[in-house]
């Protein structure tokens, strides 16, 4: 990772599952659009997995996302 973002988390380090289904974003994009969800805070790797996890869970099993919920609006969202 850059050094700017040496605190990146990858999926595979926060739990994640894996995709039901990949859509790959056409590159390169024009704009990137960063979103939130409101969950408690975290302060540190277990506690933020779990939120991590449960965003997921919802996502897919609730939502039936193919996996975390990301902006369609012809944007790319990166959530690693």
């Known amino acids: 990772w850059p050094k700017v973002c040496s605190d990146i988390v990858t999926r595979s380090q926060w739990g994640g599952r894996i995709p039901v ?14 979103h ?5 805070e975290c302060d540190d790797k277990d506690s933020c997995s779990k ?3 449960s965003i997921q869970n919802f996502h897919i099993d609730e939502l039936e996302f193919h996996d975390v ?12």
């Open 36 to 40: 939130h969800t409101v969950t408690p």
């Open 51 to 53: 939120i991590m996890q």
């Open 69 to 80: 919920g990301y902006n369609r609006q012809k944007l790319c969202l990166l959530m690693i």
């Open 21 to 34: 289904a990949v859509d790959y974003a056409i590159v390169p994009v024009n704009f990137v659009v960063i």
